[in-house]
């Protein structure tokens, strides 16, 4: 087996989060890429006098350093920002599990070297339900094979569109992917330039 992650799995117990709840609009000023994991989940992370909200999950002491998510259906719907992933990375998380995901966060999120896996609903619910027996799953994600294995559940396969699945094997973006065909594009405009000299 080959092993592509391996993490602390934290659950998110909610359908339809949002992007305005993953990173709320006020810290939406920076196009840096840095800074946002503070920000993450802060209507619920965070009392109305910023101090720590001891009854969400993620504050839990046992979910400190947890790099994967277990949430439910239509996770990251909502507006199309970037930011959503980049807080969620900046965070700590590497891999996102849930029912389903809104389109668009879910390219973002393979663009930006995150997993978003898509689990049945029944599945999810037998790892939710591990999750209140245990506050320690770990998992080991094999991406080549599409599995994840841990010691408190049986092996679970999973789907995964080709084109992401490769892209996050290589560690490349959408422009990463365009730069390998710079030979072709090359040789492409050579040859337009030999044929059409007057362009």
């Known amino acids: 087996m080959s092993i592509y992650f391996s993490g602390l799995m934290a659950p998110l117990d909610k359908n339809n ?3 305005d709840q993953i990173i709320p609009k006020q810290f939406l000023t920076s196009t840096s890429r840095e800074g946002f994991d503070a920000a993450l989940f802060y209507d619920w992370r965070y009392l109305e006098n910023d101090e720590p909200n001891p009854d969400f999950i993620l504050n839990r002491p046992c979910y400190q350093g947890a790099q994967i998510l277990l949430t439910r259906d239509n996770f990251g719907c909502g507006s199309s920002r970037e930011h959503a992933p980049w807080a969620l990375k900046q965070y700590g998380f590497e891999v996102i599990l849930a029912e389903s995901f809104a389109d668009i966060f879910f390219n973002n999120c393979g663009n930006n070297q995150m997993l978003a896996i898509a689990l049945p609903g029944d599945t999810l619910e037998q790892l939710f339900v591990l999750s209140e027996q245990h506050d320690d799953i770990h998992i080991d994600i094999d ?7 841990s010691t408190k559940f049986a092996p679970i396969s999973f789907d995964i569109r080709k084109d992401v699945k490769e892209r996050l094997l290589s560690g490349l973006d959408f422009i990463g992917v365009t730069e390998t065909l710079n ?3 090359d040789a492409f405009e050579q040859q337009l330039a ?4 007057w362009q």
């Open 194 to 197: 030999a044929e059409r000299p």
């Open 183 to 185: 030979p072709q594009i």
């Open 17 to 19: 989060v949002d992007t």
């Open 143 to 149: 991406l080549e094979n599409q599995t994840l294995t």
